[in-house]
């Protein structure tokens, strides 16, 4: 008895821990992207919910392995995990190709043998079969996990069908290069890296879809003085492409084309406010291109 609440204790803590360590991912990510602005509030609350109901799936068919588990002898928090962290899908279809038999105490010896076993491996007792029901009860043990489980899984796939028509609709996504709230791309970017470090920004990206805007935010601290430092070179140019340089700060929005420096860009700071400014390349086209910013 003092094994199975060992084990159930440590079934609790460890998917306490994988909980813990996924809202802390989304955490984190919230406060680097600067929350969620630019996006209409529909979207945050369908991405939680997407979240949340896909953490109670995985959670309710762990928790039904975790019984089946017991029942057949095998190490329930091990597989409890498996299916928590590889999803119900993979877990539970792996589940199923390696889980073992159900299994009976002897009651001569006690040792574990098949339900259909018809003598004890260890002893050679005969084995009385009284009825169908203990296989019938093997069969639909713990119900409330396994529809628990399905239910979440319906919302959670209700509440990603309305994020993707959402997106697709785009009305909900903020996509102006020119706005004061962060800019959200459709599109995709092959990067080579992306670092912003002591205040330096340096971006390295071979392509990217038309209008692609990758941002990062910048501190104002002097901007009667200070100057923005943008060294850029486009690799490849074809025809009409450009490569657009933004700063954006409350109803200001300032526009660069960068698209052919033949030396580093020193741009002038004053026409802004000291505090934060959205400084923002909006990929027309270019590829094969190496920048670096910062403000001095």
């Known amino acids: 008895m003092n094994f199975v609440k060992k084990n159930r204790f440590s079934f609790y803590i460890v998917i306490s821990v994988i909980l813990l360590l996924i809202f802390l991912r989304f955490g984190l990510y919230f406060l680097k992207s600067n929350g969620f602005s630019g996006l209409s509030i529909l979207l945050p609350v369908l991405l939680f919910c997407f979240n949340f109901f896909t953490l109670c799936t995985c959670a ?37 190709l390696r889980r073992s038999e159900i299994k009976m105490i002897c009651p001569a010896c006690g040792q574990r043998i098949s339900i259909k076993a018809k003598y004890c491996e260890e002893c050679g007792t005969h084995i009385e079969k009284e009825d169908n029901s203990v296989m019938e009860k093997q069969r639909t043990h713990h119900l409330k996990f396994i529809i628990a489980g399905i239910v979440s899984m319906a919302l959670m796939l209700v509440c990603l069908t309305g994020f993707i028509i959402s997106v697709v609709a785009g009305d909900d996504i903020n996509t ?121």
């Open 176 to 296: 102006d290069v020119a706005s004061n709230n962060r800019v959200w791309n459709l599109g995709t970017i092959n990067m080579n890296y992306n670092t912003y470090l002591n205040d330096v920004w340096k971006l390295d990206f071979r392509s990217a879809s038309e209008g692609f805007v990758k941002e990062e935010n910048m501190m104002i601290e002097d901007a009667d003085t200070q100057l923005l430092y943008a060294d850029i070179s486009c690799g490849t140019i074809p025809d009409g492409a450009t490569l657009i340089l933004w700063l954006v700060q409350k109803d200001i929005a300032k526009s660069i084309d960068v698209t052919n420096l033949s030396e580093p860009l020193k741009y002038p700071l004053n026409e802004f406010e000291n505090g934060k400014v959205h400084v923002r390349l909006q990929i027309n086209g270019v590829e094969n291109t190496v920048s670096e910013i910062y403000i001095q």
């Open 60 to 96: 309710f068919f762990a928790a039904w392995v975790y019984q089946d588990c017991k029942r057949r002898g095998d190490d329930a928090v091990l597989w409890a995990i498996i299916v928590f962290v590889a999803t119900p899908f993979i877990g539970l279809l792996i589940y199923f």
